[in-house]
Nanobody, 119 residues
């Protein structure tokens, strides 16, 4: 069973930044995909950003329209982890953020970390 451990959530003022990290309990191989989803109260869970490994590089990244230009996802393959850098945060970014992994066609989820954007 793969474990995903998230860190980095918290409270930040509008316009501020947060950095979310997710570490997997096994190596991230080429064609593996990891990403971040979020779920706000009363709303469905939605993709924020994802990244797919290709050898030593990145095969592809994908962003929700709401994240483009403000969030950046990156992979640290040596540490089996991905990082979501979130800048220019808005109140509407407030949600529980979940790390997600697709390894060998099996999907895994982290427990979630709360991000609150408020003055």
């Amino acid at each position: 069973q793969v474990q995903l451990v998230e860190s980095g959530g918290g409270l930040v003022q509008p316009g501020g930044s947060l950095r979310l990290s997710c570490a997997a309990s096994r190596s991230i191989f080429p064609t593996d995909t990891m990403g971040w989803y979020r779920q706000a109260p009363g709303k469905e869970r939605e993709l924020v950003a994802s990244i797919t490994r290709d050898g030593f590089r990145v095969l592809s990244t994908r962003y929700a329209d709401s994240a483009k230009g403000r969030f950046t996802i990156s992979g640290d393959w040596a540490k089996n982890s991905v990082v979501l850098q979130m800048n220019s945060l808005k109140a509407e970014d407030t949600a529980v953020y979940y790390c997600n992994a697709l390894f060998d066609r099996i999907q895994y989820w982290g427990k979630g970390t709360q991000v609150t954007v408020s003055s």
